[in-house]
């Protein structure tokens, strides 16, 4: 049983505990500097698939699969799997889901989708409709590639503003068990923004409005300053995005400097190659579910606020020639939280 | 706060009352024999818009900003917006969130998203987090024509067991405010099922076992009989879909055939042009805040479950030679349940 608190958090009663959570990443993500940080990873974007979108649809299941085997439950003791991915009728998702038979509340937020997921799973846990969730999102370089911009056989180069769609995938598992583990107390809901942005190839200067808006609601309705936070992590703004980020926060007299990490800035180590790092839903995801998880359970980082920006157009609204609205859900882990 | 019953069926402790519902239409809609029961109709597919993608997210927008202003309340009151709708991305849905300037859960559950929107909403009630949510979704007939089959220009013909996407919104206010107000009382939420259905031109066919499945878990579940519901309403089966559902359901010894009825066989009354009637989110949506919801506000229904059924294939997965993946959530409306 939640409640609201300020003008759009909600504060979890009994915050659910993220039992589990566990990461599956692709080659040029394990060539990175959290590669050790990463459950399983493969080392071709087939995975032993005729498609692509049938290698993204293999490593979303296997993290569903492989976090609910590493809670010691089984698919049949989980009651809802909350999820998405970046692919039109986040087909990744729908088709995993019916491999592993949980009832599926499929969820499109772009690259929001680990936040938005984990916000909705927390809300059926402490809400006392479920015991066991399971939170889970992917992407695939390959499929968005497709999909958003040029099939990869063109050979398209890329703009310097331009990030890399991470082939990962991350699932967390949460429920009412009480217990010593990284439990999610509070959340923020995005609004949608949109100031104006129409470079599809630069989301991440499209999307730091966004997380600057969401974070500082998030710090104002619960009371917590700008450095509450060990960490306030946000999903894939990549390094241009991040740069927008800190000017942006600084124009609202916030200052997130001594705090702030971007899964799509580090999961690269600034490749150039790169250009401005990491992107898509399995960026934030695989970062969240292994390197940082594993930094909640061992206490290195005790107070989190995960960051979950998405880019809400699609290609055709481009080519209408619309501009870019963008979301940022958020959730707080903490360890240890006394309420 | 609710608990679970049965193997997946969610029971709402203060059921959130539905205090309105608002609907919107097209012109085939309107001349079809529920006319007179949409809320707001329009004429043309552009509705003064310059592409079809603006029109959808005009009558979606419409939808929610009327059914706000229905129940006396302003946009800064709802606390949630959870919605979807068929497009690529869920423009129609992303970019009226963005308009309407409430935190948005983007959903993605194809035709089954107005069931999906409203058990989570009815979760954020329920559950505390919320004390107004609205929960809508949208279909366009020339948006997804050009997105899922061929642009209208082309003047492809139809198959007999085609169904025709309608036009349509549809809103509803869930609140924890009391009064006698319809109310979700209980919700089911759907596996995704696959009996291998490939044709991508009879979406009734491959939807109807993941109603039946869905349906009689939640009889089972409430332990309520195939005659409890004065009316089991799907969404969008179509006249096909709609013999298949009860050949599936006899199999099954059940017999729907006194209380069934299903929106897409419903809309157009039977119009040989429309095939086998109507199908898209819009459908079961526009239906259930139009004529069903008035049914149960003035008690010619007291007892009602909402079925709403989604397709998740994509037309990337379908030219990939993948069957079709289906998915039907169950939601539970009643008038002067007692508990």
Chains 1, 2 share one sequence.
Request: with cysteine; net charge negative; charged share 20%.
């Amino acid at each position: 049983m939640g409640s609201q608190i300020g003008k759009r958090t909600i504060k979890f009663k009994n915050p659910p505990n993220i039992t589990a959570a566990y990461s599956v990443a692709g080659r040029k993500e394990k060539e990175g500097p959290f590669g050790q940080s990463f459950d399983l990873t493969f080392d071709d974007e087939h995975w032993g698939e005729k498609t692509y979108e049938q290698a993204e649809r293999k490593i979303y299941l296997k993290a569903v699969e492989s976090v609910i085997e590493r809670a010691n439950l089984k698919p049949d003791d989980i009651s809802f799997l909350f999820g998405g991915d970046l692919l039109n009728q986040i087909i990744a998702s729908g088709f995993a889901a019916r491999e592993v038979g949980i009832p599926f509340f499929g969820l499109y937020g772009a690259c929001s989708t680990m936040a938005e997921s984990a916000i909705l799973g927390s809300m059926a846990v402490d809400g006392g409709f479920a015991r066991y969730v399971v939170c889970a999102t992917s992407s695939h370089f390959a499929t968005a590639e497709r999909q958003f911009r040029n099939p990869l056989e063109l050979g398209t180069p890329k703009t310097p503003s331009a990030q890399n769609t991470v082939s990962a995938s991350g699932a967390v598992l949460l429920t009412s068990d009480r217990g010593r583990y990284p439990a999610a107390t509070h959340a923020t809901a995005g609004r949608v923004i949109d100031l104006g942005a129409t470079d599809v190839n630069n989301m991440g200067a499209a999307m730091a409005p966004a997380a600057v808006e969401t974070i500082i609601c998030h710090l104002e309705d619960t009371g917590r300053g700008d450095n509450y936070y060990d960490v306030i992590l946000t999903g894939d703004l990549g390094t241009f995005g991040t740069s927008l980020f800190h000017k942006l926060a600084d124009d609202s007299q916030h200052d997130f400097s001594a705090v702030h990490q971007d899964c799509g800035s580090l999961i690269y180590g600034g490749d150039e190659k790169m250009n401005c790092g990491g992107s898509g839903c399995g960026c934030g995801a695989s970062m969240l579910c292994g390197h940082f998880y594993k930094e909640l359970v061992q206490e290195r980082i005790k107070r989190l606020l995960f960051v979950a920006t998405g880019a809400l157009h699609s290609p055709t609204s481009a080519l209408q020639g619309e501009s870019i609205p963008c979301i940022a859900h958020a959730i707080s882990i903490e360890m240890g939280y006394g309420g």
